[in-house]
């Protein structure tokens, strides 16, 4: 499963080129615009790492900062317009990983995110921390909608759908990952593999076909759902 990045800003241009650029990196992403809000979302949602704002609205990002620290070993990066030294001495003595001030590249932001989550995941594996992704049930219940991953079939209103294996893979994929946008990149990738050479037709022509399976009205989705430019969503 693609790793869980939330991102707690309040300036708004920034938060959704910020949520733009690691969904399209293949996160998964969740935001949050004040301080509170960030740290009940951090709290439930389990991220893998959290970008967090300094100046924040209700609890500013040292007080995020400071209350995550003893709940979680996350990587915490703060983002902040302020570059004195004292702002970094604090920011590292309650706990961030990292301190990146304003304006910052885009690029550089990505790879010092990368780094952190790889550095993370070695520390895991050395102290033989076990890994947080749990096997999925074996059977989903969606409403009218039951998918059954040992018979390798679905049921809608208790009628056996047929699907073909690639549809069921991109199903359960995108259900293990529902209410967040997954671009086709990540698809391909996760459903297909690295190495497949085909593009993202191949995505959309499936969901097409998963649309005209599991969708009331398939011209009018709401289960399926298109996120322009970007990917697609599974809503229950």
Same mark, same amino acid.
């Given at each position: 499963?693609?790793?869980?990045?939330?991102?707690?800003e309040?300036?708004?241009? #920034?938060?959704?080129?910020?949520?733009?650029?690691?969904?399209?990196?293949?996160?998964?992403?969740?935001?949050? =615009?004040?301080g509170?809000?960030?740290?009940?979302?951090?709290?439930?949602?389990?991220?893998?790492?959290?970008?967090? &704002?300094?100046?924040? *609205?209700?609890l500013?990002? %040292?007080?995020?900062?400071?209350?995550?620290?003893?709940?979680?070993?996350?990587?915490? #990066?703060?983002?902040?317009?302020?570059?004195?030294?004292? =702002? +970094?001495v604090?920011? %590292?003595e309650?706990g961030?990983?990292?301190?990146?001030?304003? *304006? %910052?590249?885009?690029?550089?932001?990505?790879? +010092?995110?990368?780094?952190?989550?790889?550095?993370?995941? +070695?520390?895991?594996l050395? /102290?033989?921390?076990? /890994?947080?992704?749990?096997? !999925? !049930? &074996?059977?989903?219940?969606?409403?009218n909608?039951?998918?059954d991953?040992?018979?390798?079939?679905i049921?809608?209103?208790?009628?056996?759908? *047929?699907?073909?294996?690639?549809?069921? =893979?991109l199903?359960? %994929?995108?259900?293990?990952?529902?209410?967040?946008?997954?671009? $086709?990149?990540?698809?391909?990738?996760?459903v297909?593999?690295?190495?497949?050479?085909?593009? /993202? $037709?191949?995505?959309?022509?499936?969901? $097409?076909?998963?649309?005209?399976?599991?969708?009331?009205?398939? /011209?009018? *989705?709401? +289960?399926?759902?298109?996120?322009?430019?970007?990917?697609?969503?599974?809503e229950?």
């Amino acid at each position: 499963m693609p790793e869980k990045i939330l991102i707690v800003e309040d300036e708004k241009t #920034l938060q959704e080129t910020l949520v733009y650029n690691f969904v399209k990196e293949g996160y998964l992403v969740n935001s949050a =615009d004040d301080g509170l809000a960030g740290l009940q979302i951090a709290r439930t949602w389990k991220p893998d790492l959290v970008l967090l &704002d300094v100046m924040l *609205p209700k609890l500013n990002g %040292f007080e995020v900062c400071k209350a995550l620290r003893p709940e979680t070993d996350i990587p915490i #990066l703060l983002l902040t317009a302020r570059a004195e030294e004292i =702002d +970094r001495v604090i920011g %590292f003595e309650i706990g961030a990983d990292d301190y990146i001030v304003k *304006p %910052f590249s885009m690029r550089e932001l990505i790879a +010092r995110v990368k780094t952190r989550l790889k550095a993370y995941q +070695r520390t895991n594996l050395a /102290s033989g921390e076990p /890994s947080k992704a749990t096997e !999925p !049930p &074996d059977e989903i219940l969606l409403g009218n909608l039951v998918i059954d991953r040992k018979r390798h079939e679905i049921r809608l209103d208790d009628v056996v759908v *047929p699907l073909k294996p690639k549809e069921m =893979d991109l199903l359960c %994929f995108l259900v293990e990952n529902k209410g967040r946008a997954v671009s $086709r990149e990540t698809i391909l990738e996760k459903v297909w593999g690295w190495d497949y050479i085909g593009g /993202s $037709r191949t995505v959309d022509v499936h969901i $097409r076909w998963l649309r005209s399976k599991i969708e009331a009205n398939p /011209s009018k *989705p709401v +289960r399926l759902v298109t996120v322009p430019g970007l990917g697609y969503r599974f809503e229950s």
